[in-house]
């Protein structure tokens, strides 16, 4: 059973930073490009980040161009997300999802989310 | 940035009616189109992809079609467990960009 257990939300100021984690399990993780996925409270989804299976390539939204940085262990099974120079608009539950290919890559299986909360 | 819309937004319908929900992409995406349903605090979960194939374990009343720039989400006999938001997703192009989402609610 495919498995992804999100961490490292909280509530941070504004212009501050955190780094997301997420323990992957149930599947061969390094085999397999990852994302990041958010929702701001009571809104939509908005794609953040994915990263390949080896790591060697890396996609950003322009939202986040420039403040996050995905990476990945796959010694460890393990996704991350640094966050740095938070703003209020960064409030969301942040989602890790497993990617698969079909034509193109798309979230087959999402964590439940962590969430982050930027205020003064 | 490719701009899906979709409509309408909110649905009110009985459980045992038939559902259309629609998704328009802002240009060409193929057929590289995925639908989610998502329940009230939970992650959401893939029904569809490549327009109109079925995820593992999705029941047979979802199907999809489409392509290019139109693609339609139905869901034949609406069950209790289906009130839910439906979003769509191209993954043609980077930013893979989702609709806003249909709210689909008890009447």
């Known amino acids: 059973e495919v498995q992804l257990v999100e961490s490292g939300g909280g509530l941070v100021q504004p212009g501050g930073s955190l780094r997301l984690s997420c323990a992957a399990s149930?599947?061969?993780?390094?085999?397999?490009?990852m994302s990041w996925v958010r929702q701001a409270p009571g809104k939509g989804l908005e794609w953040v980040s994915a990263?390949?299976?080896?790591?060697?390539?890396?996609d950003y939204a322009d939202s986040a161009k420039g403040r996050f940085t995905i990476s990945r262990d796959n010694s460890k099974n393990s996704l991350y997300l640094q966050v740095n120079s938070l703003r209020a608009e960064d409030t969301a539950l942040y989602y890790c999802?497993?990617?698969?290919?079909?034509?193109?890559?798309?979230?087959?299986?999402w964590g439940q989310g962590t969430l982050v909360t930027v205020s003064s | 940035e490719v701009v899906m819309t979709q409509s309408p937004a909110t649905l009110s319908v009985s459980p045992g009616e038939r559902v259309t929900l629609s998704c328009r992409a802002s240009?060409?995406?193929?057929?590289?189109l995925a639908w989610y349903q998502q329940k009230p605090g939970q992650a959401p979960r893939l029904l569809i992809y490549?327009?109109?194939t079925r995820a593992t374990g999705i029941p047979a009343r979802f199907s999809g079609s489409g392509s290019g720039t139109e693609f339609t989400l139905t869901i034949s006999s609406l069950q209790s467990e289906d009130f839910a938001v439906y979003y769509c997703?191209?993954?043609?192009?980077?930013?893979?960009?989702f609709g806003q989402g249909t709210k689909v609610e008890i009447k």
């Open positions: 999802a497993k990617q698969t290919f079909s034509s193109g890559w798309y979230p087959d299986y």
């Open positions: 149930g599947f061969t993780f390094s085999s397999y490009a």
């Open positions: 990263i390949s299976s080896s790591g060697d390539r890396t």
């Open positions: 240009q060409s995406v193929s057929s590289n």
């Open positions: 490549g327009a109109s």
């Open positions: 997703q191209q993954y043609n192009n980077w930013p893979k960009t």
